[in-house]
């Protein structure tokens, strides 16, 4: 059995903090870190994840998770908001109330399903994609780069439009000799693997400064 992965959830409100973290211990591939405070969050180590509510401590959750990425958290980070999340966040958001199910699915694809690693399969527009394989079948197979793989898990995951900078880092990290362009290079590559048309993408599509995934089709 793998190891359950480290996941630091982050809440003022212990009551909703402790409920979510019971349901998130049942999953046996997840191990809960609570905080309270931001400068417990700050105490704690070796968290693949990190969970952050956006009304922490009067609103400054975003602040807390520009801070952990600035000091070197490589893990992925999602804000937990009471609003429909903005078009230039530089962070994933779910908005609350949610349903376990939206944030179990959001997990999975950034640390592997429970216990499954990531043999899971996702449907993006006409194909079933398998990150761990980092391949895309279906009527024909496409194998993909790890950069285009990790593009495709990731936009998955959001579920919405992510900015170009946000998704730029979330893939290659926060590194000054990596630019939009590099960014902008991968996406043209990857629609023309699996666009039929790639000047009009209905599966890798650009909106409001970022990319989004289209509906998935039969």
Not at 78 to 84: D, F, I, P, S, V
Not at 115 to 131: C, H, N, Q, V, W
Not at 199 to 206: D, H, P, S, Y
Request: with cysteine.
């Amino acid at each position: 059995m793998p190891s359950a992965k480290r996941i630091l959830l982050v809440d003022e409100n212990s009551v909703p903090r402790r409920s979510l973290a019971e349901q998130l211990t049942l999953q046996a591939a997840y191990e809960v870190i609570e905080a309270g405070s931001a400068q417990e969050a700050r105490a704690a180590r070796d968290c693949a994840l990190a969970i952050i509510d956006a009304e922490l401590e009067g609103g400054q959750g975003e602040s807390l998770a520009d801070e952990l990425r600035a000091g070197g958290f490589k893990g992925p980070i999602l804000l937990l908001a009471a609003g429909a999340p903005g078009g230039t966040i530089a962070h994933e958001q779910l908005t609350k109330p949610f349903r376990l199910s939206a944030l179990l699915t959001w997990l999975s694809v950034h640390l592997g399903p429970h216990g499954a690693g990531e043999d899971r399969t996702f449907k993006i527009g006409p194909y079933l994609f398998r990150p761990g394989a980092k391949l895309l079948t279906g009527a024909r197979k496409i194998h993909l780069t790890e950069k285009e793989a990790n593009i495709l898990k990731f936009l998955h995951g959001a579920g919405r439009t992510v900015p170009r900078e946000t998704l730029l880092h979330e893939v290659w990290g926060y590194s000054p000799a990596v630019t939009t362009h590099t960014l902008e290079t991968h996406i043209y590559r990857l629609r023309r693997k699996i666009e039929e048309n790639p000047a009009r993408a209905k599966i890798l599509v650009t909106e409001n400064g970022g990319y989004r995934l289209g509906p998935p089709s039969l």
